[in-house]
């Protein structure tokens, strides 16, 4: 069975400082996905940025990016220019991409981030 | 707003209870997945549909745990004789695909108290 694990239950950053969230996971599969996830106080999870296994290329997405090391089986991300609105908690998640995969996820615990004006 | 409702937003009930939460997903998402989210943990899966086909439960979801998807459109999940264990976040997702990719939009969650 996969696990994931984020061992930063809290994380705090200025704002328009930068600031890494870290996560580990476990897997005998070679192929597959993983996520991070923003959930705020109180309101819908959504995805922040998606990373492919088979890809190489580090995942980009505006002031998101993530760094992957496959063999390591780490997948931080890199939150620049900390905005007010970045604070959330962040999951991280793998997913199975083997055939017949349900698309089920698997989350870490979570890191919560405060930003500090 | 992903387009994922989920409807009771709260919920507090007294142990044995019953209780039945409601998700409705974006339209023309085949498949539907519940998660439980306790308190300091990530959401953990229960169980997902296709279309009105349960394909698989989680060892989480205990015989007090029903699902279903009637005509493969909204979802219930009902808890019986509750027990305050089951107090957590119970989230609703579906999958669309955008690009080639199937991505899971969640609902806002319910959030069940048992006291």
């Known amino acids: 069975a996969q696990t994931v694990t984020q061992s930063q239950p809290e994380m705090s950053v200025q704002e328009a400082e930068t600031v890494t969230l870290s996560c580990t996971y476990d897997?005998?599969?070679?192929?597959?996905?993983l996520f991070w996830y923003k959930q705020p106080p109180s309101r819908q999870m959504i995805l922040v940025i998606r990373?492919?296994?088979?890809?190489?290329q580090n995942a980009t997405e505006n002031r998101f990016s993530v760094n992957f090391q496959k063999a390591a089986k780490s997948f931080s991300l890199k939150i620049s220019d900390s905005q007010l609105g970045d604070a959330a908690m962040y999951f991280c998640?793998?997913?199975?991409?083997?055939?017949?995969?349900?698309?089920?996820?698997?989350f870490g615990k979570g890191t919560l981030l405060t930003v500090n004006p | 707003d992903t387009g994922v409702s989920q409807d009771p937003r709260h919920k507090i009930t007294k142990r044995g209870q019953n209780v039945t939460f409601r998700c409705d997903p974006i339209s023309e998402h085949n498949r539907l997945y519940w998660y439980r989210q306790t308190l300091g943990q990530g959401p953990e899966f229960l169980t997902y549909f296709q279309n009105e086909a349960q394909l698989e439960k989680s060892r989480l979801l205990s015989d007090r745990f029903s699902a279903e998807r009637p005509k493969g459109s909204f979802s219930t999940l009902e808890i019986q004789r509750t027990e305050q264990g089951d107090s957590a976040m119970y989230l609703c997702a579906s999958i669309r695909n955008i690009r080639g990719y199937n991505e899971q939009f969640f609902g806002p969650g319910t959030r069940l108290t048992v006291l």
């Open positions: 990373q492919e296994a088979y890809k190489q």
């Open positions: 897997t005998s599969e070679s192929d597959y996905y």
């Open positions: 998640a793998y997913r199975s991409s083997s055939g017949g995969s349900n698309y089920k996820l698997t």
